[in-house]
């Protein structure tokens, strides 16, 4: 491996892994180090023949955006409107280079590959420790970046249950699983150790204890069953039986605490129906960017005993910024990908599920508009297309393995 490699597999495991590890603030946002890092691998991806202007990615977002503001019926924080109509521009910016052509050798070389191997066996194996330990009664695994840790330390609450859910080295279990899915699921289209990449990911993501991470699980081993070969469907059917006893009852009471206030299903899916409600009547063209917690300060809405003021689902958010172009949005986005995975018979099995999990995965966090999140989802746009390309392509595999192998 050269030095050029070894450098961009430090700064990829870096991104995945310190994506919540705060190094300080600038210009009022909080600058991470994956933040840092991420920007640093984006770039290093993009060759001279990437497209950096699609005009509807970068323009029409922002514009429904200044509508909203311009329209809007509640009078708001003009700062925290600039703050994140920032965010929004460069996550616009960074989608806009999703189909662009980028340096093949670096996405899936052999310095890529390793680097998201190291960050899932880091990620996981972190999860498992804070479960083992903390049912032994144990947080020493708990909060690896201590006081450097985003926005606050995480409370595995180990006083209400006998086995906590992990957050790995993230704010919220719920980011964990976001990053395990789709380091999996990048790798897996990539075509790097699937077997030991697979059982990396099913001992993480039992871990988190995420019925976001658990269900779109599921969705990857269903498309894995649809196509597979009498010989593995055995397997995989026998698996997936085993996986369904074993994470059901939890996944059953999960979704049976929907309707409990205070719970975090319950603040995550249904508390927030009462907001996006309002929102459509109100401000059809959504609220003013970064006013959420300004307008959901007057909602009951409670996680635990606290009030809260946040929208933690991805899909709400993009409603309650987008009015009804969210909305629609987000069903057409849905409907594509279920027709997309459904129709594809290039890809590998598993890796069908791409598109659907890309838009299921709004489900974990509300931060959607964060740098760290957009170039998650990018990097498994890449490796998907790549895969794509490889399946379509004899030539291209030919000339990706020898890159790889250089």
């Keep these: 491996m050269t030095g050029r490699e070894l450098l961009f597999t430090l700064i990829l495991v870096t991104f995945v892994v ?20 991420g920007l640093v691998v984006w770039v290093s991806c ?11 990615t970068i323009l029409l977002p922002p514009a429904i955006a200044l509508m909203a503001a311009l329209i809007s019926p509640i009078n708001y924080s003009q700062i925290e409107f600039l703050k994140t109509f920032a965010l929004l521009s460069l996550a616009c910016l960074i989608m806009s280079t999703a189909r662009s052509p980028i340096k093949t050798e670096f996405i899936a ?28 009664g144990s947080d020493a695994f708990f909060n690896p970046w201590g006081s450097r840790q985003f926005l606050r330390e995480y409370d595995p609450l180990m ?35 699937p077997v030991a990449v697979t059982l990396l990911f099913f001992a993480g993501i039992i871990a988190t204890q995420s019925a976001s991470g658990l269900l779109l699980g599921g969705v990857i081993v269903l498309a894995a069953l649809r196509r597979s070969r009498p010989g593995a469907l055995v397997g995989t059917l026998g698996l997936s039986v085993a996986g369904a006893w074993l994470v059901g009852p939890y996944l059953l009471e ?59 689902n ?67 746009i890449q490796a998907y297309r790549h895969h794509q390309s490889l ?6 595999e030919a000339e990706s393995s020898h890159a790889a192998a250089s």
């Design 254 to 312: 999960r979704l049976q605490s929907a309707n409990q206030l205070g719970s975090s299903t319950n603040y995550r899916i249904v508390a927030p129906l009462e907001v996006l409600r309002d929102t459509l009547l109100a401000a059809p063209l959504g609220y003013p960017l970064g006013s959420t917690e300004q307008v959901l300060s007057s909602y009951n809405l409670l996680l635990g005993s606290q009030q809260g003021t946040s929208l933690d």
């Design 18 to 37: 310190g994506q919540h590890f705060q190094v300080g603030v600038l210009f009022g946002y909080a600058a991470n180090l994956g933040l840092l890092c």
């Design 159 to 193: 006083q209400f249950s006998t086995v906590p859910r992990a957050h790995g080295f993230f704010l919220e279990p719920s980011y964990n699983a976001f990053i395990l899915v789709t380091t999996t699921l990048t790798l897996l289209a990539l075509k790097h150790r």
């Design 109 to 136: 070389g052999r310095s890529a590959k390793l680097a998201l191997l190291i960050s899932l066996f880091c990620v996981s194996t972190l999860s498992v420790l804070q479960v083992i330990g903390g049912t032994l």
């Design 314 to 380: 991805g899909a709400y958010v993009l409603t309650y910024y987008f009015g009804w172009f969210g909305l629609v949005g987000l069903l057409l986005a849905a409907m594509f990908a279920m027709a997309r995975t459904i129709s594809d018979r290039t890809s590998s099995p598993a890796v069908s599920a791409v598109p659907v999990i890309v838009v299921g995965s709004l489900l974990f966090s509300g931060a959607v508009l964060s740098p760290e999140y957009v170039i998650m989802i990018w990097l498994l």
């Design 46 to 56: 993009l060759n001279k023949s990437s497209q950096l202007w699609n005009a509807p």
């Design 391 to 396: 399946a379509t392509s004899p030539e291209v």
